[in-house]
T-cell receptor, first 109, second 116 residues
Framework: GQNIDQPTEMTATEGAIVQINCTYQ??????LFWYQQHAGEAPTFLSY??LDGLEEKGRFSSFLSRSKGYSYLLLKELQMKDSASYLC??????????WGAGTKLIIKP | GAVVSQHPSWVICKSGTSVKIECRSL??????MFWYRQFPKQSLMLMAT?????????EQGVEKDKFLINHASLTLSTLTVTSAHPEDSSFYIC????????????FGPGTRLTVL
């Protein structure tokens, strides 16, 4: 079956760094997306990885290891507005996004 | 960037009525659009995949006669919740595929449906 595993909730301090891990099992693989979702809003795109390695985009970086079925999202210089849910979503062989419940990130001053 | 709109953003209706939600890609053509439903504190659940000019593909457990999807043009898909009941109250989100190399989906802002 297809499965996404992320921590349910994480807490971090403003200005710090946090890493959100994701392991996945899918029928085929065509890349992995990270989305941010604030409460009551739709998801917004953060990153896409299809090859192994680290993709850096400003304060956010995303890493992928296809052989391990593993990805992480790294958030640096945390700001209060980063409090949201972070969704790891791989694309399966049918190019369908597989969604987990996401990780709720709480930023404290 | 690609923009997707949804209308209405919030709707309250009586049990037994039908509600239509529109999803539009504003600055690109979307051959494929997706309809999701999300209950509080739960993950996004794909309801159906809508392809322009053809019938939608529904996920297992989603009643096609209850959730009518029409994708008549490359920029518009509609979801009609027929004979809505309180258990249909949820956050409905559409997304559109811009057909780029990596099939990024752009999400609409969502529609919050409350059925009384």
């Amino acid at each position: 079956g297809q499965n996404i595993d992320q921590p349910t909730e994480m807490t971090a301090t403003e200005g710090a760094i946090v890493q959100i891990n994701c392991t996945y099992q899918t029928s085929g693989f065509n890349g992995l997306f990270w989305y941010q979702q604030h409460a009551g809003e739709a998801p917004t795109f953060l990153s896409y990885n299809v090859l192994d390695g680290l993709e850096e985009k400003g304060r956010f970086s995303s890493f992928l290891s296809r052989s391990k079925g593993y990805s992480y999202l790294l958030l640096k210089e945390l700001q209060m507005k980063d409090s949201a849910s972070y969704l790891c979503a791989p694309l399966d062989s049918n190019y369908q996004l597989i969604w987990g419940a996401g990780t709720k990130l709480i930023i404290k001053p | 960037g690609a923009v997707v709109s949804q209308h209405p953003s919030w709707v309250i209706c009586k049990s037994g009525t039908s509600v239509k939600i529109e999803c539009r890609s504003l600055d690109f053509q979307a051959t494929t659009m997706f309809w999701y439903r999300q209950f509080p504190k739960q993950s996004l659940m794909l309801m159906a995949t809508s392809n322009e000019g053809s019938k939608a593909t529904y996920e297992q457990g989603v009643e096609k006669d209850k959730f009518l999807i029409n994708h008549a043009s490359l920029t518009l898909s509609t979801l009609t919740v027929t004979s809505a009941h309180p258990e249909d109250s949820s956050f409905y989100i559409c997304s559109a595929d811009d057909s780029s190399d990596y099939n990024e989906q752009f999400f609409g802002p969502g529609t919050r449906l409350t059925v009384l």
